[in-house]
């Protein structure tokens, strides 16, 4: 019995220990967070920039539309809309200085500002964007995975015509 107990005990925690890593690590690509966030009703924005979130890899897609809007009281909202991207551990949404960013160390080589984390790796979502924030300084929005410095999905911010 004793035997048992000795052999049982340690390849017990090594399972719940590798099982616990890996269901952090690889549930996220089956599990989608979905998100359903509408603008408030009755919100005057005008479009300042907009953009279309591609694929940074084959395992790091994505999809959808950003818009940066203007609200009546000058201030700035990113828009997401008909957004999809893998899922992955710890993403955020960044304005990148890049207007092209193709990789990861385009990334880090950038200067970048965070506007917090993911709230959900598919559906509409909308993102404060901070007072003061020189926005012409930004060329892209990205999202990234902060955990292991990772790309997952770019978006190329083109001004509107008269903005």
């Known amino acids: 019995m004793t035997r048992f107990l000795v052999i049982a005990i340690p390849v017990f925690l090594i399972g719940f220990v590798s099982g616990g890593a890996a269901w952090y690590l690889f549930s ?3 599990i989608d967070d979905v998100v359903s966030e509408d603008l408030p009703a009755g919100l005057v924005v005008t479009e300042v920039a907009r953009g279309a979130f591609r694929d940074a890899d084959r395992a790091h897609r994505g999809q959808g539309t950003v818009q940066l809007l203007e609200t009546g ?3 700035h909202l990113l828009r997401f809309t008909d957004f999809e991207v893998t899922n992955g551990p710890d993403l955020e949404v960044w304005l990148v200085e890049t207007p ?3 990789s990861s160390a385009d990334v ?3 200067r970048w ?3 917090g984390q993911l709230k959900g790796n598919v559906g509409d979502q909308t ?3 901070p ?3 020189d926005l012409a300084a930004f060329g892209s929005v990205v999202i990234w995975c902060e955990q292991f410095s990772v790309l997952f ?3 190329t911010l083109t001004r509107t015509a008269g903005q």
């Open 153 to 155: 999905s770019p978006a």
């Open 28 to 30: 996220p690509l089956f």
């Open 131 to 133: 007072e003061g924030t």
């Open 100 to 102: 092209d960013p193709q």
């Open 108 to 110: 880090t080589a950038s």
């Open 127 to 129: 993102y404060v964007v």
């Open 73 to 75: 009281a000058g201030a």
């Open 113 to 115: 500002l965070s506007l």
